[in-house]
């Protein structure tokens, strides 16, 4: 079975510096991974995934993430910090793909604190 | 992008009674659905998966006489939590999968807020 490891349930940047979210793996078999962010009462909202090819994705609002195989990572960055990236993100992992409809395993998040 | 529409966003209910939760693709159909919960400053657990025109799969631990599954047509399923208690209460979020625009992604519904008294 697959699971996924958030580093830091809270995390707390300055505006303007850089955000690191950290997510490691754990797959028998080569993962999909995803980045959701959750805002207060709202469902979550897919900032980026990786599936093949690339290994460095790029996401919505700036967020961008590296797949690293052998360190079972895939680390959630983004060079600037906003006031509006203060929220929940969620790293997640699936291993059979299927066009959408695949199971997920979501890591515990990480609430990320912007101080201005 | 795709829009998971989910209501109510929140219901507050009596112990014993039972409570109705709907989660519609607004533009897009979805032959699967998933339900999850998710327990203050917690993550998403998996409840089942909910599939058009035939049973729910659940998954262990989850009782399926307590959260009942209909996924009658390709944008609507919904979730009725039975005979509500207050270890009910909990955040419910439903998400679907867009199998003709995006492969691999779900969209995810708002959320609902069950407080059962």
């Known amino acids: 079975a697959q699971s996924v490891t958030q580093l830091g349930s809270h995390v707390s940047v300055s505006e303007g510096a850089l955000v690191l979210l950290r997510c490691n793996y754990s797959?028998?078999?080569?993962?999909?991974l995803f980045w959701y962010v959750q805002y207060p009462n709202q469902g979550l909202q897919l900032l980026l995934k990786?599936?093949?090819?690339?290994?460095l994705v790029k996401g919505i609002n700036g967020f961008e993430a590296e797949f690293k195989k052998s360190e079972t990572s895939f680390h959630l960055t983004k060079p600037s910090a906003h006031m509006s990236d203060a929220a929940e993100y969620f790293c997640?992992?699936?291993?059979?793909?299927?066009?959408?409809?695949?199971?997920?395993?979501f890591g515990t998040g990480t609430r990320l604190t912007i101080i201005p | 992008g795709a829009v998971v529409s989910q209501h109510p966003s929140r219901v507050i209910c009596k112990s014993g009674t039972s409570v109705k939760i709907e989660c519609r693709s607004l533009?897009?159909?979805?032959?699967?659905m998933f339900w999850y919960r998710q327990f203050p400053k917690q993550s998403l657990m998996l409840m089942a998966t909910?599939?058009?025109?035939?049973?729910?799969?659940?998954e262990q631990g989850v009782e399926k006489d307590k959260f009942l599954i209909n996924h009658a047509s390709l944008t609507l399923s919904t979730l009725t939590v039975t005979s509500a208690h207050p270890e009910d209460s909990s955040f419910y979020i439903c998400?679907?999968?867009?199998?003709?625009?995006?492969?691999?992604?779900?969209?995810f519904g708002a959320g609902t807020r069950l407080s059962v008294l």
């Open positions: 998400s679907a999968g867009d199998l003709e625009r995006a492969k691999n992604i779900q969209y």
């Open positions: 997640a992992v699936s291993v059979y793909p299927n066009f959408g409809n695949e199971k997920l395993t």
């Open positions: 909910s599939n058009e025109g035939s049973k729910a799969t659940y």
């Open positions: 990786y599936t093949t090819g690339a290994t």
């Open positions: 533009d897009f159909q979805a032959t699967t």
């Open positions: 797959s028998s078999v080569p993962p999909y």
